[in-house]
């Protein structure tokens, strides 16, 4: 395992992108993760399944905000020759080495790490490696936390698939996240097909979850019925990540215990 790393943000960037990458990872987000894996298991299976069913013809990935790769199964990462990993949070080359380094490095896969902004730098990234495919790593969902503005972090992240337009690339990412009623029995951790037929408003648009037709409003209400969400959820901005009609998987995350998420992911090929 040949690995790399290289640098592009001053100390004060970071140190707070150690401590919490503006709310998005950082130690806290390490110490919450490793206390959380066995919670988090039915959730970790879900994500295996779903990449481990993708078609791959790259042997090159570019691995956006992985973090130290705590929900990422190995043996998908091995299946790749090179992996180039972009992530803000310095201690990511430390451990996502003591989580995947062994198998990787027993595979001779050439790791590199990139600490950089890689949603704001993705054109230059996409530039430089041409042949390689993309998974943006549970990352989209957080634009909206970490730039504090719901209108420019629609903007950018609808603008993505223009970028990546030709590509190989996928994403797991937050739809919704809020608080649920843990007084009521644990919800069934059951994952729904989903594709938005549209890029209409949230009143009007139409989707299709699990083959049948509805507005998004009502299989919203829906998804948040099934895990005894209460209170208001926070929408993480990222409906139009895929185009219309891009087939993915929904499936619920238990963050915290009180507290959980709607997780979407999806392919596209290219
Ligand atoms: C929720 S965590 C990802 C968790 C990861 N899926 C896992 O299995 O542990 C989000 C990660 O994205 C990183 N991040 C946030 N914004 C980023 C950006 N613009 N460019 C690169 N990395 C970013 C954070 O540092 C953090 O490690």
Known sequence: MNTKVTAHLPWASWIRDLVHAGGTGGIHWHVHALRSLNRWLTTRECIAQFLAGIELKQSHLLLIGPSAGWMLPTPWLARFKQIDVYDIDPLVPLLFGLRHGKVLRDHAIALRFHRQDAVAGLP????????????????????KVRLGDEEIAQRQLAHLKRLLQGRAWGSLHDVYSGSVDTAMALPAMQTHAFRRLDEADEDTAQVEINGQQQLLSTAAQNLLTQINAQGVW?????????APHTQTTLMPWAFKPNYWHWLEAGWVKP
Do not use: S, Y
Request: with cysteine.
């Open 124 to 143: 230059k990234i996409l530039r430089e490696h041409p042949q390689a495919c993309v998974w943006f790593d549970n990352v989209l969902g957080q634009v």
């Open 234 to 242: 926070l929408d993480h901005a990222t409906a139009t990540v895929f």
